[in-house]
């Protein structure tokens, strides 16, 4: 059973940090592609950022990149999302998603057909 539980958000003022936690069970990490996505209130759900053991990092959307860092740990089997320099526009549910299709990273953020998802962590930026 491939379960993913998603952990760290919460409220934090703008130009600050979080570090999203995804701890994964069930499937050996490197044999899939983690994506992180986030869902803001009214809007759909968009593709932050992806990575896999065969073709890192795919895939950064431009609002993120230079401020938020996808990173593995395959010990704890956890994926982090590193988010510093947090903006009042990244409030949004984040969520992270794994397949076995390794290649779904080069989908370029594209939310369909990802087979497991967790149930989200809110992040909220005050201005």
């Known amino acids: 059973q491939v379960v993913l539980v998603e952990s760290g958000g919460g409220l934090v003022q703008a130009g600050g940090s979080l570090r999203l936690s995804c701890a994964a069970s069930?499937?050996?990490?490197?044999?899939?592609?983690i994506g992180w996505f986030r869902q803001a209130p009214g809007n759909g759900r968009e593709g932050v950022s992806c990575?896999?053991?065969?073709?890192?990092?795919?895939f950064d959307v431009d609002s993120v990149k230079g401020r938020f860092t996808i990173s593995r740990d395959n010990a704890s089997d956890t994926v982090y999302l590193e988010m510093n320099g947090l903006k009042p526009e990244d409030t949004a549910v984040y969520y992270c998603a794994a397949d076995s299709r390794y290649w779904f990273c080069s989908r370029t953020g594209i939310f369909e057909g990802w087979n497991f998802w967790g149930k989200g962590t809110p992040v909220t930026v005050s201005s």
């Open positions: 069930g499937f050996i990490l490197d044999d899939y592609a």
């Open positions: 990575l896999s053991k065969r073709h890192g990092t795919l």
